[in-house]
């Protein structure tokens, strides 16, 4: 029998501190590294841009974790990466930026953020991202020059977010679905004990007392 993990969603007190650029992303899209002639293979000259861009976060996508007491799934919901992407501008943390989520680094930060709005159209598609609808893409300026050299060397693959998440669990909603169904068969179990009391079906009770149908309200 397969083991059944648990999955959160990220809720809205959330934030992001920190983008970090690391060699395996969790959220598993690496960026692309563009030159001022967005050449496929970037090379190093006085005229280069020296920008990575790539998605921060993505809406809706199961993100594993382990923390070595329980394994778990975490979800960025749409709502959550829009307030986070915005105070993440708002505090002026586009400096807050590490290499794999270890050693700050100075001279890379975010210089573009934004939300994709349609994905077809989006500068996410034109740069040959394949993103959904609230993906948060980020645009990182990277000076430094130890750090471009393993961005080029495809050391350094992608962005991950350092946040304080609040996690709910989904299947909050799932038990007041489940909760409703439950209701509806102990109403319907009610009713054909009392059919059977009275020895008859419910055609019969129906059309012998002329029973309107009625909606029943439970409190919860």
């Known amino acids: 029998m397969a083991k059944k993990i648990k999955k959160y969603k990220v809720g809205l007190d959330s934030e992001t501190y920190k983008i970090s650029m690391v060699s395996e992303p969790a959220i598993e899209v690496d960026y692309v590294a563009l030159s001022k002639q967005d050449e496929v293979q970037v090379k190093l000259s006085s005229d280069e841009r020296h920008i990575c861009y790539g998605?921060?976060?993505?809406?809706?996508?199961?993100?594993?974790?382990?923390?070595?007491?329980?394994?778990?799934?975490?979800?960025?919901?749409?709502?959550?990466?829009?307030?986070?992407?915005?105070?993440?501008?708002?505090?002026?943390?586009?400096?807050?930026?590490?290499?794999?989520?270890?050693?700050?680094?100075?001279?890379?930060?975010?210089?573009?953020?934004?939300?994709?709005?349609?994905?077809?159209?989006?500068?996410?598609?034109?740069?040959?991202?394949?993103?959904?609808?609230?993906?948060?893409?980020?645009?990182m300026k990277v000076n430094n020059i130890d750090t471009w050299e393993r961005v080029k060397s495809g050391e350094l693959k992608g962005f991950s977010v350092e946040s304080a998440i609040h996690l709910e669990e989904f299947n909050k909603v799932e038990n007041n679905d489940n909760m409703e169904v439950e209701n509806e068969t102990f109403w319907a179990k009610l009713k054909n004990v009392l059919f059977e009391a009275l020895g008859k079906n419910e055609e019969e009770v129906v059309e012998e007392h002329k029973i309107e149908p009625t909606n029943i309200e439970l409190e919860e």
């Not at 996508?61 to 915005?86: A, L």
């Not at 794999?100 to 975010?110: G, I």
């Open 55 to 139: 998605p921060a976060l993505i809406p809706n996508k199961d993100i594993y974790r382990n923390n070595g007491e329980q394994e778990f799934y975490i979800n960025f919901t749409e709502e959550s990466i829009v307030k986070m992407s915005q105070e993440f501008m708002k505090n002026y943390k586009q400096h807050e930026v590490n290499l794999q989520h270890e050693q700050d680094v100075e001279e890379v930060y975010v210089c573009e953020s934004w939300i994709v709005e349609d994905p077809y159209r989006d500068k996410a598609n034109a740069l040959g991202f394949n993103v959904p609808k609230n993906t948060w893409m980020v645009g």
